[in-house]
Nanobody, 124 residues
Framework: QLQLVESGGGLVQPGGSLRLSCAAS????????IGWFRQAPGKEREGVSC????????NYADSVKGRFTISRDNAKNTVYLQMNSLKSEDTAIYYC?????????????????WGKGTLVTVSS
């Protein structure tokens, strides 16, 4: 079965850190740009970060620049999102995507695969 599986979500206090993982099953991520998107309760889905297939190009939403870092380990078929200095407004379900084209942060663009998401809650 071809799928993306996110993990690493949970409850963290403001100012804390989490590392999300996105693992592929049934296919290799080598040829895909990987994106992270999130959706908070009552809000539209938004792009957080993406990384090109080679890992040589990354992009971040303004709201997370300087706090989040995306990386990939193609040998492990996994992409990571390191999230530092978390704020309450980062609370959302985080999804990873695979796209056999350019890295994009607009969720309206077609993606080849979407994961089911992992919940991140930032609260004291």
């Amino acid at each position: 079965q071809l799928q993306l599986v996110e993990s690493g979500g949970g409850l963290v206090q403001p100012g804390g850190s989490l590392r999300l993982s996105c693992a592929a099953s049934g296919f290799t991520l080598d040829y895909y740009a990987i994106g992270w998107f999130r959706q908070a309760p009552g809000k539209e889905r938004e792009g957080v970060s993406c990384i090109s297939s080679s890992g040589g190009r990354t992009n971040y939403a303004d709201s997370v620049k300087g706090r989040f870092t995306i990386s990939r380990d193609n040998a492990k078929n996994t992409v990571y999102l390191q999230m530092n200095s978390l704020k309450s407004e980062d609370t959302a379900i985080y999804y990873c995507t695979a796209r056999s084209s350019l890295c994009v942060l607009d969720p309206r663009h077609g993606m080849d695969y979407w994961g089911k998401g992992t919940l991140v809650t930032v609260s004291s």
